[in-house]
């Protein structure tokens, strides 16, 4: 049995990333209510496995879990990409003509704005987890108010879908990270199955400091699928850059990163594992 570490409650996406990640496995969660106790769970327990969104093809990258992940000191092992949607329901004896507020997190509120614009007279309610929404309904029996969140949590509480596939953008996937303790990683993921590696650095505040390490990824034939970067806290205008290269070459891409550390300041491999 594998211990999974989670943000929200079960039935959230998180429960869902995992469970098709770890397809035909038993699970057992951790249910966390930060991103911060999530790997936390890994600092106090290295058997317990981290699954934790990182970015959205709508809202974005998750900021402060690239922040997070960088302090933890945990190992990205695999990734998994998600296909958003979003249902609204309620308590089975209530109706449209019943319901009068949606709760939901602040990211699916705003990932069905306009369909919520269509339903004008219905009051939006910022809360900390789609599936958390959906418990708080049915354990409280709180009616007049429906959930936003996906259409399995909504069974699993218990709940009436008024309506599925209500996201506004059906081309919505969120990508998790799988997160281990450096100690179990290689149980978790064979070096030599790996095709994909997260990378974060620094660079001196120099003209074409950026391109000189580009410029060498290329050289070497890795390709860059995702940049992103981060002001240093306490260094003006400094940044961090969290970058994902793909390689077909172990050997290669390894030489590349030997080849831009000179170029770089604390450089940080975040994980190898293979690109889902």
Known sequence: MKRIAIQGETGSFHD???????RDEQLQLICCATFEQVFDSVRQDPTVIAMVAIENTIAGSL????ELLRESGTTV????????????CCLPDDTWDTISEVHSHPVALMQTRHYLERHSRLRAVEAADT????????EGQHHGWAAICHAEAARLYGLKVLEDGIEDNKHNYTRFLVCSAPQKADMLRPL?????ASIVFALPH?????????????????NLTKIQSLPIIGREWEYLFY????????????Q?????????????????????
């Open 16 to 22: 869902i990333a995992a469970h098709q990640y770890y």
């Open 63 to 66: 900021l402060h879990n690239y």
């Open 77 to 88: 092992v695999g990734e998994h990409k998600l296909h958003i949607t979003h249902c609204i």
């Open 131 to 138: 599936a958390g929404s959906a418990k708080m309904i049915a």
């Open 192 to 196: 030599t199955q790996t095709n994909k």
């Open 206 to 222: 120099e003209e074409g400091s950026l391109s000189a390490v580009l410029a060498i990824l290329s050289f070497y034939k890795i």
């Open 243 to 254: 970058v994902d290269v793909t390689y077909t070459d172990l050997t290669r891409y390894r």
């Open 256 to 276: 590349a990163v030997d080849a831009i550390i000179p170029l770089t300041r604390d450089l940080t491999i975040l994980g190898e594992y293979s690109n889902s």
